[in-house]
């Protein structure tokens, strides 16, 4: 016989105290009622008269009408108005007009056929569109039965089956004890118990303070063009033409 094979130290036994999954009551669930208060109270024991506060009354005026609030028209007595005739400016009173046929409305030459005698006249219409000649279904509303399968009418069938997938419960791949195997546990790092080598990070690079403005080179200067240490001949410029007409300026020197 194989022997059983456990994870770890632990081995079925029997529990030192009494759970809840041995016993099929549900339990202390119930709430005894309690003994104080007016609600709910418990029917075992005597219960002693409670008393509500309420809040002071509203206080009431002492006069309730509304006072002398109304502004009765002084030309209003208690037979009646006290006016003078007054007349008032309405506008035209505007009638309704009926609009009535004139003689021009009315068609004598088609009343011939009412008031003489006409031969019987009849006209065609067109189909009414809620008759309907034949509302039978055709051959092709029925369906013939099918004569192959397990659901034949009026002929034998052979047994079918049918292929079902493998089941769950019970199979080789079923976890009777509900236990995590050795995948279940991950690595506890090495670092966590041991000592802890130094770690070093790599920064980037620390540029210098200074200044970053761009500066010439030696390509940007042209000492070709530099005549100021070579002996050269006089050079002439010309100046601002003056205006014969312009006032020179004078300043006096003291």
Request: charged share 20%; aromatic share 10%; net charge positive.
């Amino acid at each position: 016989m194989a022997e059983e094979v456990w994870v770890g130290s632990w081995r079925p036994h029997r529990p030192r105290g009494p759970i809840m999954a041995l016993y099929s009551s549900p339990g202390p669930k119930y709430l005894i009622p309690p003994t104080t208060g007016f609600v709910k109270h418990t029917p075992t024991k005597l219960r002693a008269p409670a008393y509500s506060f309420r809040g002071a009354p509203m206080l009431l005026a002492e006069n309730c009408s509304p006072g002398p609030r109304y502004s009765v028209n002084p030309k209003i007595l208690r037979t009646g108005k006290d006016l003078g005739p007054a007349y008032s400016i309405l506008g035209r009173y505007r009638t309704k007009t009926m609009l009535t046929p004139g003689p021009g409305d009315y068609f004598p030459e088609k009343s011939t056929k009412h008031v003489f005698d006409s031969a019987p006249s009849h006209s065609i219409s067109a189909r009414t569109k809620t008759f309907r000649v034949d509302s039978t279904p055709g051959p092709a509303a029925y369906m013939l039965p099918v004569v192959m399968g397990p659901h034949t009418v009026g002929k034998v069938s052979q047994p079918s089956f049918s292929i079902k997938g493998r089941s769950k419960l019970g199979s080789f791949s079923d976890d009777l004890h509900k236990t995590p195997g050795p995948a279940a546990y991950h690595q506890t790092d090495v670092q966590v118990t041991k000592f802890k080598a130094p770690q070093y990070t790599m920064a980037a690079r620390v540029e210098p303070p200074g200044d970053k403005t761009l500066k010439p080179g030696p390509g940007a200067h042209s000492p070709e063009k530099v005549y100021l240490n070579k002996p050269c001949a006089p050079v002439v410029t010309f100046g601002i033409k003056h205006s014969d007409y312009m006032t020179p300026l004078v300043v006096d020197v003291e």
